[in-house]
C-alpha cells in the first residue's frame, strides 16, 4: 500500500504562483511514477504531469507546459508541483496519484488540495 498526502493549495490572485507538494509512505520503493491531476467543478479529471521515479524524466499536459514543473525528492518520498502565471481556469481540486506497475493504470490516489485563483 501506498498513502498519498497533497498540500500546498491555497488562493493565489491571477499571475501568481503556487508550489504544491506530495508525500508518499508506505510501499514508496515500489512506486514507477507519479503524477499531478486535477479536476475543476463539474469537469473531468484531467492530466496534468508526471514524473518518472527513478529517471526524473517528466511529461506535461499542453494546457501548463512553460508555467508548470513536476519534481521530485526520493529523499523526501515527495512530488512537487511548481505552478506559476496561474490563471482563473486553474482553479481546481489538484490531486496526486502513484503508478506501481508501468504500463497500467494509477494505482493510489491523494485526496487532493484546492486551489483557487481569483482577485
Known amino acids: 500500500q501506498v498513502q498519498l498526502v497533497e498540500s500546498g493549495g491555497g488562493l493565489v490572485q491571477p499571475g501568481g504562483s503556487l508550489n504544491l507538494s506530495c508525500a508518499a509512505s508506505?510501499?514508496?520503493?515500489?512506486?514507477?511514477?507519479m503524477a499531478w491531476f486535477r479536476q475543476a467543478p463539474g469537469k473531468e479529471r484531467g492530466f496534468i504531469a508526471r514524473i518518472r521515479w527513478s529517471s526524473g524524466s517528466t511529461y506535461y499536459a499542453d494546457s501548463v507546459k512553460g508555467r508548470f514543473t513536476i519534481s521530485r525528492d526520493n529523499a523526501k518520498n515527495t512530488v512537487y508541483l511548481q505552478m506559476n502565471s496561474l490563471k482563473p481556469e486553474d482553479t481546481a481540486l489538484y490531486c496526486c496519484?502513484?503508478?506501481?506497475?508501468?504500463?497500467?493504470?494509477?494505482?493510489?490516489w491523494g485526496q487532493g488540495t484546492q486551489v483557487t485563483v481569483s482577485s
Open positions: 496519484a502513484a503508478v506501481i506497475v508501468p504500463g497500467g493504470g494509477y494505482d493510489y
Open positions: 508506505g510501499r514508496t520503493s515500489s512506486i514507477n511514477t
